[in-house]
């Protein structure tokens, strides 16, 4: 089994920051990418970002955030984190981390998730 836990979420005024992190343990073993999804109000689950663990990682972004976020891995924290800058009110969500055995596909473990607000 693994577990994932996030921090880092909140409120932030539009062009602000926040840093998302999201801390592995368990069947550590098992995970061979981590990333972001997030779910804003009546819309579906979609991708932000994803990157692989390992000495040479992978990274992949949705185009809406491209240039704004940046996704990293501290494979010795076994911790992925969420770099959000130039925040926009439609990045307003529930972010949640992911993990899984594929790069193409999101993976079976989910942390509880954490709300990020972009208002003024």
């Known amino acids: 089994q693994v577990q994932l836990v996030e921090s880092g979420g909140g409120a932030v005024q539009p062009g602000g920051s926040l840093t998302l992190s999201c801390a592995a343990s368990?069947?550590?073993?098992?995970?061979?990418?981590m990333g972001w999804y997030r779910q804003a109000p009546e819309k579906q689950r979609e991708l932000v970002a994803a990157?692989?663990?390992?000495?040479?990682?992978?990274?992949k972004y949705a185009d809406s955030v491209k240039g704004r976020f940046t996704i990293s891995i501290d494979n010795a924290k076994n911790t992925v984190y969420l770099q959000m800058n130039s925040l926009k009110p439609e990045d307003t969500a529930v972010y949640y981390c992911?993990?899984?055995?594929?790069?193409?596909?999101?993976?079976?473990?989910w942390g509880q998730g954490t709300q990020v607000t972009v208002s003024s």
């Open positions: 368990g069947s550590i073993f098992a995970i061979y990418a």
């Open positions: 992911n993990g899984g055995s594929t790069f193409v596909a999101m993976g079976p473990w």
């Open positions: 990157i692989t663990r390992g000495r040479s990682s992978i990274k």
